[in-house]
């Protein structure tokens, strides 16, 4: 899985969801070549439910906190992100 990959199935499966959008992108200062994917991984979201998700490490420039490697994970099944 690629990360272009992921994006494909996330924009079929949440037509509505703006995650990879290119202005949310230019936000956070990510760039999709920058973008690595891993898993699958079982993970434990915000209400104890655990998922099957890919793992998405993104590089972002614009980070609060300076630029750094950051996390999200997208459920296999769904494609949508899950909040851990």
């Not at 949440?14 to 230019?26: N, S």
């Not at 070549?33 to 998405?56: A, F, I, Q, T, Y």
């Amino acid at each position: 899985m690629t990360a272009y990959e992921l994006c494909d199935k996330y924009r079929h499966a949440v037509p509505d969801g703006h995650f990879f959008d290119e202005d949310t992108l230019r936000f956070f200062g990510e760039t999709m070549n920058r973008m690595k994917v891993s898993g699958p991984e079982v993970v434990e979201d915000w209400h104890g439910e655990k998922h099957n998700c890919w793992v998405l490490h993104s590089w972002q420039k614009n980070h609060p906190l300076g630029p750094r490697w950051v996390i999200h994970y997208f459920d296999t099944s769904t494609h949508d992100v899950v909040l851990t």
